[in-house]
């Protein structure tokens, strides 16, 4: 291959596997955007509590990887079963920017008091995996982003089959479908919708240790949560393949404008550049690529 | 306010729609103005005159969000983009041209309200979370933009520097003197939300609110409407970056960045949706909370902590107290202080003969 | 009825704070210091390090008698980097009659700049605000009182010329930044350099948030390949840069980063000391623990029968709050004695800051001047590397083409 070429397979190869990253936060807000219809801008903030609660573990002397991430997922599954019951259930049924804005303040209230309980200082979460780059062909990746694109891609698996065959994933469809009639056939709702906080739980949890472990764990790695939005309205909100090719098309963008548009415009293009396709989409399919199409009536 | 409404009878549609609702009100007014006017620059100390600055700034943004969010139903989470495209209009005007306060302010108002209308667009398709994410790209491309084209940001550090505004050679250059300055554009604003809330457009705004296909089948144009309320609300939101920008002296894209929009939100959620003296009620309470947790914890919380540790359990406990009274207001009081007020009023009103 | 007296005790609760908690008495023989801080905002990380150092040079001054026999009284702002409380911050301070305040973030600094030269109280913006305030004319409250940006640009490309042996002619340098004002003002600085010295520069910008930069350090090792990469990065992007850096195979001896990634907390969180061997990280303020007052202040504690604050680990931030503290008693110390011993007025601290010289705090603070003209006292950093999981200094006390940085500094004011 010429050394263009090979520059472009390590770019879109670079961005694949950080766009699988991102789609692994993004699913956390998908699975409760299908189930419940919240909308969840504190994703970030769950991912940094479970990096918090993973370093705090790991910081304890000889404390071993796997209870480590035993601990976050249990807590982060009561949290989300918490926060169902005392946040969001006593919102339903109010328009979409209550819910918006309550969990705005959930994370302020994450982002003030995670530090005051677990200590403000920055973390490392070292993971068994090394540092030496995966080589892959003519490019190469550090090993936590090949790990991130395993684990996303092994959750979407999990969850596809969850949805399609379990007969839970089935009853949380028809929630999803119409709450009136799932309740009326003998599905409890309210139930579903904790199980599906507590599934955004599992994932933030995942997303805590992938991320932390890359970022290291403060205040700051909830900033990943920003990468969410352009993910998911481009890959459809309710849409769990669509998280999946949402991250990938992100990745990839960004890399790619990193790489051959920010050397003619002399400057970062790549935070822009997603949400400037994710406009162009919003304008030719509202609903995303893969997203439910809606109809309204009066 | 506080007056018995006994005896008073409405007898036409123009009284009912009317700007004092009751003739005592005037005298209300009259009270307040003696206070605002008179009382309280000549009393109060500086640090206080210059909250009450940063709150009249607030006041006259928050209102702004509030008729796009409170009275239309619209969301945007780019409210903050459009203070900075005030904020860099009139700076450029006021240093490339020389230009003062009076035609800036306006100037930097309509420009936002243009921008406003571009960042709207989408809302003509889109609704609701759609909105709120296609409005954050709004808030993150202008900032991208003001960022890089130094034509607008004035170079590298992207800050302009302003004199301070100035009257017929009256230099507003003190907290003391910008309190005026400020306080009267945000009665200005208050006047001007009040009326419009009672005017057709208002009206029509709350239709399209409350249920947009019926309100476009009973002939509001909910497309011109909605562009409108986009256009109205970056008005206020351009006007309310002038001000900052005079206020500081400086116009600076740090200053308005996503937090800043989500702050204001989190007012007119506070204050109470669709409704003035909430949107006011809201500014106060977001400025003075911190200040407040602060001042209260510097008396307080030296019985509990440490010095060393108090700076950060203040900082902490002041995010996690602003978060949780957003979820608290939300789920407990979804009208909002407003609403609080309007409790007390209504206690008063047959006080002391309630049942 | 419950919900109405729960309304008021609100309102009285707020109002009594308001009217009481304000107003303390001013104590005799009491200075107070304003300090501003960020310790929520996205600068936190930075804040809760470096405050506690403020704070604890400033208790080690008053447990041994005070300044002068004046007791220091610090009042801490944090202004979560937003502007409104900066501004609100100065006013508490103006008001409780501060003698001098210390500034937190760059665009609380270009906010305040006006208003501390219309009130005469003089504000320190150490790593932050305009390379340009170290001009004392232009702006005479402001403070940088360390190495600007520009000044740091000058002594990383004198660095990169020593590491590269003496001569940086047709060797290839990468800048890469944080795209805000701040990751872009040292480039006029950097492409004069870059004329003059006859390197080829390039610059890869990051944009916020800043989590993840593969595609611009593929950019940088698989197409530009440079000699030297300088970095100017905040948050946690410096972390995210050493890793893929590492990870692409680039050698970490040739970076070097500006002031605000090169903390511990940067290296640790890109997987620990051991992960970046041979970091080079520029710093305006002493490393490490290895200075007389840090162990007055383990004493002192010591006595208090307390352990030393794990914040005291972190020395890059700690030391650098010990800097500030240090210079604002320095600057209150001259001014007092310029009086004879009598409580100076902001204007006279105003005059000891621009009179400091020749205090070194045993190697902690450069040997810089501040003078009427140069609030920035000289510019001067040191260079330190991560060598067997700790930093060790490899560049001491130095100034990186100070006449380019003087030139600049006056083109710039003419343009004002």
Redesign the interface.
């Known amino acids: 291959m010429s050394e263009d070429l090979e520059f472009a397979f390590a770019l879109v190869l670079n961005g694949a596997s950080i766009g699988l990253m991102y789609s692994l936060i993004a699913l956390g807000f998908v699975l409760v955007y299908k189930a419940t219809d919240a909308i969840n801008f504190a994703q970030g903030e769950f991912v940094m509590l479970a990096g918090l609660i993973v370093a705090v573990v790991l910081g304890f002397e000889g404390a071993p990887l796997v209870a480590a991430i035993a601990i976050v997922v249990i807590v982060m599954v009561g949290f989300g079963f918490g926060l169902e019951r005392v946040v969001l259930r006593p919102l339903l049924g109010r328009p979409v920017v209550a819910v918006i804005m309550a969990t705005i303040g959930l994370a302020a209230m994450l982002r003030g008091l995670g530090p005051v309980i677990f200590g403000s200082e920055t973390r490392a979460v070292s993971l068994p995996i090394g540092d030496e780059p995966i080589v892959l062909g003519p490019a190469s990746l550090p090993p936590i982003q090949v790990l991130g694109a395993v684990v996303a891609v092994l959750l979407f698996l999990a969850f596809s089959w969850f949805f399609k065959k379990s007969r839970m994933g089935v009853a949380m469809r028809a929630v999803a479908d119409n709450q009136q009639v799932a309740q009326a056939m003998g599905i409890n709702v309210e139930r579903y919708f904790a199980l599906a906080w507590a599934m955004a739980g599992v994932v933030s949890a995942l997303g805590g240790v992938v991320w932390g472990s890359m970022l290291g764990v403060d205040v700051h790695l909830a900033l990943v949560g920003l990468k969410v939005f352009p993910v998911v309205i481009l890959g459809g909100l309710d849409s769990i393949g669509g998280a999946l090719v949402g991250g990938l098309i992100i990745g990839i963008v960004e890399s790619l404008a990193a790489g051959y548009l920010d050397p003619y415009v002399g400057g970062g293009t790549k935070d822009f550049a997603p949400y400037v396709l994710m406009i162009l989409v919003l304008m030719v399919r509202p609903y995303g690529i893969f997203g439910k199409r809606k109809i309204e009536r009066v | 306010m506080f007056h018995r409404e006994a005896g008073i009878f409405k007898t036409t549609y123009a009284a009912d729609a009317a700007l004092y609702p009751l003739p005592i009100a005037k005298w209300t007014i009259a009270a307040l103005a003696l206070i605002f006017v008179v009382l309280i620059p000549l009393t109060v ?4 005159l ?2 009450l600055n ?1 709150i009249f ?2 006041i006259v943004g928050a209102l702004g969000l509030n008729i796009l ?1 409170g009275y239309t ?1 619209q ?1 945007s989470i780019g409210h903050a983009a459009f203070m900075s495209v005030g904020a860099y209009t009139a700076a450029n005007l006021a240093v490339k041209l020389g230009l003062p306060f009076w035609i800036t302010l306006p100037a930097g108002g309509l420009m936002a309200a243009a921008i406003g209308v571009v960042v709207g667009m ?1 809302s003509l ?2 609704k ?3 909105l ?3 409005t ?2 709004g808030q ?2 202008i900032e ?1 933009t003001i ?2 084209v130094p034509a607008i940001s004035g170079g ?4 302009i ?1 302003v004199d301070r505004p100035s009257l017929f050679g009256f230099s507003f ?3 003391g003197s910008l309190y005026f300055f400020l306080l009267f554009f945000a009665v200005l604003a208050i006047v001007a939300t009040l009326n419009l809330a009672r005017s057709r457009i208002g009206r029509a705004f709350v239709a399209v609110r409350d ?1 947009d ?2 309100a476009e ?1 009973i002939g509001i144009n909910i497309y011109r409407y909605k562009l409108l309320a986009f256009a109205i609300s970056s008005f206020y939101a351009g006007v309310c970056g002038v001000l ?1 920008t005079y ?4 116009a ?1 894209y ?2 308005f960045q996503l ?2 929009s ?1 702050d204001y ?2 007012m007119i ?1 506070i204050g109470g ?1 669709g409704s003035v003296l909430g949107s006011i009620f809201g500014a106060i309470f977001v ?2 909370l ?3 947790i ?3 914890m ?2 307080v919380g030296s019985l509990f902590f440490t ?2 540790e108090m ?17 608290f207001f ?2 407990v009081e ?1 009208e909002g202080l407003n609403r ?2 309007r ?2 009023r209504s ?1 008063f009103r047959v006080w002391p003969f309630s049942y | 009825m419950t919900r109405f007296v729960r309304s008021w005790l609100g309102v009285a609760a707020t109002t009594a704070t308001l009217v009481f908690g304000g107003g303390q008495a001013f104590a005799q023989k009491e200075l107070v210091f304003g300090l501003q801080c960020d310790r929520t905002g996205p600068t936190a990380t930075v804040g809760v390090n470096l405050c506690p150092g403020y704070h604890d040079y400033i208790g080690l001054v008053n447990s041994k008698g005070g300044v002068e026999g004046f007791k220091i009284k610090v009042i801490e702002i944090d202004n979560e980097y937003k502007v409104p409380p900066a501004m609100e911050a100065h006013e508490r301070f103006k008001k409780e009659g501060a003698v001098l305040e210390g500034l937190y973030g760059t665009p609380q600094t270009a906010a305040l700049n006006k208003k501390l030269e219309e009130d005469k109280i003089l504000g320190t913006s150490p790593g932050f605000g305009t390379a340009a305030s170290a001009d004392g004319k232009r702006f005479p409250y402001t403070f940088p009182i360390a190495a600007s940006y520009w000044s740091q640009a000058g002594a990383a490309v004198a660095f990169a010329k020593e590491r590269l042996g003496g001569s940086l002619k047709g060797k290839k340098i990468a800048y890469i930044f944080y795209d805000n004002p701040a990751g872009k003002e040292p480039l006029p600085i950097l492409e004069d350099l870059a004329k003059d010295e006859g390197f080829e520069m390039r610059t890869f910008a990051v944009p916020a948030p800043g989590v993840e930069m593969g595609a611009q350090i593929l950019d940088i090792t698989g197409r530009f390949k440079p000699d030297f990469v300088i970095a100017h990065l905040f948050g946690r992007a410096p972390s995210v840069a050493i890793k893929e850096l590492k990870g692409k195979g680039f050698p970490l001896s040739k970076v070097v980063a500006f002031v605000w990634g090169s903390a511990e907390a940067d290296i640790i969180a890109a997987g620990g000391m051991g992960a970046a061997e041979g970091y080079n990280t520029i710093q305006f303020a002493g490393v490490g623990k290895d200075f007389p007052v840090l162990k007055d202040i383990e004493a002192m504690y010591k006595a208090q029968g307390k352990a030393a604050p794990k914040e005291m680990d972190s020395t890059v931030y700690y030391n650098r709050g010990v800097l500030i503290a240090a210079l604002h008693v320095e600057a209150v110390k001259n001014a007092i004695k310029a009086k004879n011993g009598a409580a100076p007025t902001p204007e006279e601290v105003k005059k000891g800051m621009e009179a400091i010289k020749g205090f070194t705090l045993g190697g902690l603070v450069p040997p810089m001047e501040i003078t009427p003209a140069d609030h920035e006292g000289g510019g001067w950093v040191q260079i330190w590397t991560v060598k067997g999981g700790k930093l060790v200094k490899s560049k001491d006390w130095f100034q990186g083409y100070r006449p380019l940085i003087q030139k600049h500094l006056d083109a710039d004011a003419k343009k004002s």
């Open positions: 100390h500086e640090y206080y210059s909250i940063l700034i607030a969010v139903g969301i989408p398709r889109i609701g979370l759609y709120a994410i296609a954050l790209a993150l491309i991208w960022n890089r590298a550090q992207a800050s520097e250059n003190t907290q249920q296909i019926a089948i900052y206020y500081f002296g400086i600076n740090e200053q937090i800043v989500i939100l989190a959620i949706l400025t003075l911190p200040i407040v602060r001042l209260f510097e008396d010095q060393a700076a950060n359990v203040i900082s902490g406990l002041r995010l996690g107290v602003f978060g949780g009274l957003i979820i939300l789920i979804p609080l007020w409790n007390v206690y």
